[in-house]
């Protein structure tokens, strides 16, 4: 069974930085895309970023460009996002998903999800 863990999560003040993971415990995704959602209070799902199973055709979502960056290493059931120059809008649940193809714009057509690591920006 996949199953999808993210860490890293934490309180951070704005400008700060912090480093999410996820790893899937069952090691059998090496050629599924992998990406990373987030959930405000009252809020529907949003993309962050992600990224194919070669590692180098990474995406994101405009608001984070130049603050955020996804990474993989083909063979590693594993992604990480480098979060730079946090802000209050960037306070969420984040989610690691994969999927065969990863969705951006309709987040529930992708097919495994972890729990989610809460990552709280204070001004």
């Known amino acids: 069974q996949v199953q999808l863990v993210e860490s890293g999560g934490g309180v951070v003040q704005a400008g700060g930085s912090l480093t999410l993971s996820c790893e899937d415990s069952?090691?059998?995704?090496?050629?599924?895309?992998m990406g990373w959602f987030r959930r405000a209070p009252g809020k529907e799902r949003e993309f962050v970023a992600a990224?194919?199973?070669?590692?180098?055709?990474?995406s994101y979502f405009d608001s984070v460009k130049g603050r955020f960056t996804i990474s993989r290493t083909y063979g590693a059931s594993t992604m990480t996002l480098q979060m730079d120059n946090l802000q209050p809008e960037d306070t969420a649940v984040y989610f690691c998903?994969?999927?065969?193809?990863?969705?951006?714009?309709?987040?529930?057509?992708?097919?495994?999800w972890g729990q989610g690591t809460q990552v709280t920006v204070s001004s």
């Open positions: 998903a994969a999927s065969r193809w990863i969705s951006e714009v309709d987040p529930g057509l992708n097919e495994y």
């Open positions: 069952g090691r059998s995704l090496r050629t599924w895309g």
């Open positions: 990224i194919d199973f070669t590692g180098n055709r990474p």
